[in-house]
């Protein structure tokens, strides 16, 4: 194998692909980036069994042929080339012969027969615009459960409909709910899809890299997701199992509102946080007709207070919430006010941006003991 590439090409290439490159693993050549050399451009295909990419660059290639390297150290090293072009020469024991102004550099590489096959994508069920589908992963991954035990709260749940887009996302504490109107091609009742956090995490990389008018290419087989997206090619092994009924824990009701400039609450509960006890990051919220007051008393540290004014309708309230579980949430909205939505000291608050048209955005946090 033997081309030539340009180094910003090659560099950008890499980089989306470091996301999925397994660092510690018990099979090294999952650590290695596929480089094949057909026709007009290098295809680099990295993937970790359960997530895979496969992106193209344009390229000279005087001989066709394929062989993997390490991901990482390939990527760290070119970085470091002058702006120019690379020739890259694969030697016969599958090392890469990296020649680039005055540099010449040899990198170890494996056969690519060592390399897994990446499932065939089938036709397209649909396209979701790129912008679109990044919006819903912003404001629901961070309810995402961590534990690898809670297997299916380990992803996001994707609902395309005939004409709209939800997604909905819960680690047992909070839940987070998204439904855009969007008319969607090929639909017929809907389609569902359990979406593991790290593909949800490359989506992002993807879309931000194919700017918010791009349409992404979707589609499923019995076992993967495909996301489609000019060049590039996302494969996601599909969670198994049964997601959670959300719809049991959405309110049906909306109690007693409270309406607060996002900017000042985000700072206020940033502030008070610093001294909220540092496992459970509680603080506690008091409510009465023309006062929220946010409290921390937990931490050795220290206490702290603050008082934003409001308009509320309701009987005073003492509640608790997870300060961290707030602050994720209105970093992820950009109106310029949320809704805090209360029922009782012991029940789930549920906290929305200032209503946008064709958008229902519903953030359920459980409460805690303080």
Do not use: W
């Not at 680099?44 to 991901?71: H, N, Q, Y």
């Not at 996302?169 to 909070?174: C, I, L, Q, S, V």
């Not at 918010?212 to 996302?234: P, V, W, Y």
Request: with cysteine; charged share 25%; glycine share 8%.
């Amino acid at each position: 194998m033997e081309l030539t590439v340009k180094k910003a090409d090659l560099v950008k290439e890499l980089s989306l692909g470091q996301g999925v490159v397994e660092k510690k693993t018990t099979i090294p050549v999952l650590s290695n980036v596929l480089i094949e050399a057909r026709d007009d451009h290098a295809v680099l295909t990295v993937t970790d069994l359960e997530l895979g990419i496969r992106g193209s660059c344009p390229a000279v290639v005087k001989k066709a042929g394929a062989t993997t390297v390490p991901a990482r150290k390939l990527l760290d090293y070119v970085r470091l080339l002058p702006d120019a072009e690379l020739a890259i020469k694969i030697s016969e024991n599958h090392s890469a012969n990296i020649v680039c102004g005055r540099a010449r550099t040899r990198i170890a590489g494996m056969s690519r027969e060592n390399f897994p096959e990446l499932p065939k994508a089938p036709a397209a069920a649909t396209k979701i615009p790129a912008g679109l589908l990044a919006n819903v992963i912003s404001k629901t991954i961070f309810s995402i459960a961590n534990e690898e035990s809670r297997y299916t709260l380990t992803g996001g749940l994707m609902i395309v409909k005939e004409q709209s887009l939800v997604m909905v996302a819960t680690d047992g504490h909070r839940l987070s709910f998204i439904s855009v109107d969007h008319p969607f091609e090929g639909i017929s009742g809907e389609l569902k899809a359990l979406v593991p956090k790290k593909a949800m995490t490359e989506i992002l990389k993807l879309a931000a890299e194919a700017g918010d008018s791009a349409a992404i290419e979707f589609g499923t087989d019995e076992n993967h997701l495909f996301f489609q997206c000019g060049g590039r090619l996302l494969i996601a092994r599909r969670l198994t199992g049964q997601f959670p009924d959300y719809d049991r824990v959405l309110p049906k009701d909306k109690g007693q509102s409270i309406v607060l400039n996002r900017e000042e609450a985000t700072a206020a509960v940033r502030r008070v946080a610093q001294f909220a006890d540092d496992r459970s990051h509680a603080v506690r919220l008091e409510i009465s007709s023309s006062e929220l007051k946010l409290l921390s008393t937990g931490s050795e540290a220290g206490e702290s207070e603050e008082s934003l004014p409001v308009e509320y309708g309701g009987e005073k309230m003492k509640i608790g919430f997870n300060s961290q579980y707030l602050l994720e949430f209105l970093g992820a909205v950009t109106t310029e006010t949320v809704e805090l939505d209360v029922r009782g000291e012991d029940s789930a608050g549920q906290l929305r941006p200032a209503a946008v048209e064709g958008i229902d955005y519903r953030y359920v946090v459980m409460p805690m003991r303080i």
